[in-house]
T-cell receptor, first 114, second 117 residues
Framework: AQTVTQSQPEMSVQEAETVTLSCTYD???????LFWYKQPPSRQMILVIR??????QNATENRFSVNFQKAAKSFSLKISDSQLGDTAMYFC???????????FGKGTTLSVSS | DTGVSQNPRHKITKRGQNVTFRCDPI?????LYWYRQTLGQGPEFLTY????????KSRLLSDRFSAERPKGSFSTLEIQRTEQGDSAMYLC???????????????FGEGSRLTVL
């Protein structure tokens, strides 16, 4: 069974600083997809970034980038130039290449302060 | 594109009553998912449909839970004989499968919050 582990329940960062959220996963599959989702307080979940396991290059979306280490089964999210609007719960998620259910970690609550 | 819509947004019920939630996915999406999320936790997968076929059910989906997607469009999630432990946010999401079997982005609704007294 696939599992996703986020070991940091809460993190805090000042505006304009950089923060890294950690995620590890366990799977016997070779092809799969990894995601980071953001859930702002009382708002719906939105996709931040995705990574295909067959791609060696780390995905980047503006201020958000990932460090994907396939052998170590690690998938961390780096947020550069943090903004107040980045305050949210962040979930790491995993999906097999068959495209079945998205499996989520327990989340990391990120607080960005001025 | 109106996004994924869920109704009702909040339901308060007494233990033992039945409740039903509805999800309207993005119109061109053929896959629809139900998740349950308790406070401060990640969403837990319940079940998903491809068109009208229910393809996977989690062990979390007890006999009191039933989900349908009769015409491959909207879906309903019914909980019978509710228990206090059913109190949670029920999230619906939809996507489609892209070329070469790649999963498209999963779009979530705002959720239906259930409180069982």
């Amino acid at each position: 069974a696939q599992t996703v582990t986020q070991s940091q329940p809460e993190m805090s960062v000042q505006e304009a600083e950089t923060v890294t959220l950690s995620c590890t996963y366990d799977t016997s599959e070779n092809n799969y997809y990894l995601f980071w989702y953001k859930q702002p307080p009382s708002r719906q979940m939105i996709l931040v970034i995705r990574q295909e396991a067959y791609k060696q290059q780390n995905a980047t979306e503006n201020r958000f980038s990932v460090n994907f280490q396939k052998a170590a089964k690690s998938f961390s999210l780096k947020i550069s130039d943090s903004q107040l609007g980045d305050t949210a719960m962040y979930f790491c998620a995993f999906m097999t290449s068959v495209g079945t259910a998205l499996i989520f970690g327990k989340g990391t609550t990120l607080s960005v302060s001025s | 594109d109106t996004g994924v819509s869920q109704n009702p947004r909040h339901k308060i019920t007494k233990r033992g009553q039945n409740v039903t939630f509805r999800c309207d996915p993005i119109s061109e999406h053929n896959r629809l998912y139900w998740y349950r999320q308790t406070l401060g936790q990640g969403p837990e997968f319940l079940t998903y449909f491809q068109n009208e076929a229910q393809l996977e059910k989690s062990r979390l989906l007890s006999d009191r839970f039933s989900a349908e997607r009769p015409k491959g469009s909207f879906s309903t999630l019914e909980i019978q004989r509710t228990e206090q432990g059913d109190s949670a946010m029920y999230l619906c999401a939809s996507n489609t499968i892209l070329g070469r079997g790649q999963p498209g982005e999963l779009f979530f609704g705002e959720g239906s919050r259930l409180t069982v007294l």
